[in-house]
């Protein structure tokens, strides 16, 4: 499985492992880690939250469309969950494509679209409250009932 | 019967993570406003919806047996 929800410490080692290939020149690693201090105010720890079966079917999504958009490219993202203390690994995503300039552009572009469509949510806990992040309001219309690119946050 | 799921802020406000409706036939429209009418939920109007785990539009029509899950701004990464 190259999309996984891991509710355990993900081994980064073994995301890579699953793009690795002869043809490629290249495999870029984005490790997203959980920050302490966001806009001055100091993250005790984050819970995070999926609708796993659909958050996985959203990674493998976003694995189609960079195939998709880089050929020869091979995508492999791991999404943990549950409580994860500062500076533990949130996720990890490995993408090998022959040349290295795609494999920095298509790990890019897998970040962003995890933020726009894959069902994960975190709680940051602060020592004074605690708060699901995200436009809790809802006041960005989604015409179309989806995320369109550009629709970013962070 | 359909089934609903609420997630994050959503889960916490409705204080349930499932909840089993009769939704067959409406819109996800109509079925938003009936939900918000008769639970304590924060508007749904802008909330983006999934049935059986794909993002749907308002006009989509519910069939028996769809589950349909709410999907409140998603802030993952």
Avoid: C
């Avoid at chain 1, 995200?134 to 629709?151: F, H, I, M, R, W």
Wanted: charged letters at 30%.
């Amino acid at each position: 499985m190259r999309y996984e929800i891991s509710k355990e410490p993900i081994n980064i080692q073994s995301v890579i492992d699953k793009v690795v290939e002869r043809e490629a020149g290249a495999i870029t690693t984005f490790i997203g880690t959980v920050r302490e201090l966001t806009d001055g105010k100091k993250t005790l720890y984050l819970i995070y939250e999926a609708y796993e079966t659909m958050a996985v079917k959203k990674l493998a999504q976003i694995g189609k469309e960079i195939e998709e958009r880089w050929p020869k490219a091979k995508v492999a993202i791991t999404h943990r969950i549950g409580r994860l203390d500062i500076t533990d690994v949130a996720v990890v995503i490995a993408v090998s494509t022959p040349h290295r300039a795609d494999a920095y552009e298509a790990n890019r572009y897998a970040i962003e679209r995890i933020k726009e469509i894959v069902p994960i949510w975190k709680k940051e806990h602060w020592e004074d409250g605690e708060a699901w992040v995200g436009n809790q309001l809802e006041t960005v219309a989604y015409p179309s009932g989806k995320p369109e690119e550009g629709d970013l946050h962070e | 019967m359909n089934k609903i799921l609420f997630f994050a802020h959503l889960r916490d406000a409705a204080d349930r993570e499932e909840l089993q409706i009769k939704a067959v036939g409406k819109t996800v429209a109509e079925l938003k406003t009936e939900l918000m009418k008769n639970y304590d939920l924060p508007q749904l109007e802008t909330v983006m919806t999934a049935i059986n785990e794909e993002f749907v539009p308002d006009d989509e029509i519910i069939h028996d047996g769809d589950v349909i899950a709410f999907i409140p701004s998603v802030s993952g990464g």
